[in-house]
């Protein structure tokens, strides 16, 4: 069984910076690809970004030279690093994460809102 848990959502101004972390618990032999993932209301969820285990990262147009992803291997954890945050941006962000011999998870969600 694993678990994967987001932080660091909150309610921010238009134009600031929020961090994400993504943590993952269980019983975990690696993890491969993951990935942040968004949902505005009234609207599917999207792709934000995502990380190769080796580190290469792929983005949204929308959030590119904005978002940063990252992520630390030896603690099971991947951030996303928000800057010049726009109303737009506000959703509930997912993290996956795909878990060798295990499959993908989803993590439950952190809100971040943006006020203009």
């Known amino acids: 069984q694993v678990q994967l848990v987001e932080s660091g959502g909150g309610l921010v101004q238009a134009g600031g910076s929020l961090r994400l972390s993504c943590s993952a618990s269980g019983s975990i032999f690696s993890i491969n690809g993951m990935g942040w993932y968004r949902q505005a209301p009234g609207k599917q969820r999207e792709l934000v970004g995502d990380?190769?285990?080796?580190?290469?990262?792929n983005y949204q147009d929308s959030v590119k030279g904005r978002f940063t992803i990252s992520r630390d291997n030896a603690k099971n954890t991947m951030y996303l690093q928000m800057n010049s945050l726009k109303p737009e941006d506000t959703a509930v962000y997912y993290c996956k994460a795909a878990f060798a011999y295990i499959g993908d998870y989803w993590g439950q969600g952190t809100q971040v809102t943006v006020s203009s």
């Open positions: 990380i190769t285990s080796g580190g290469s990262t």
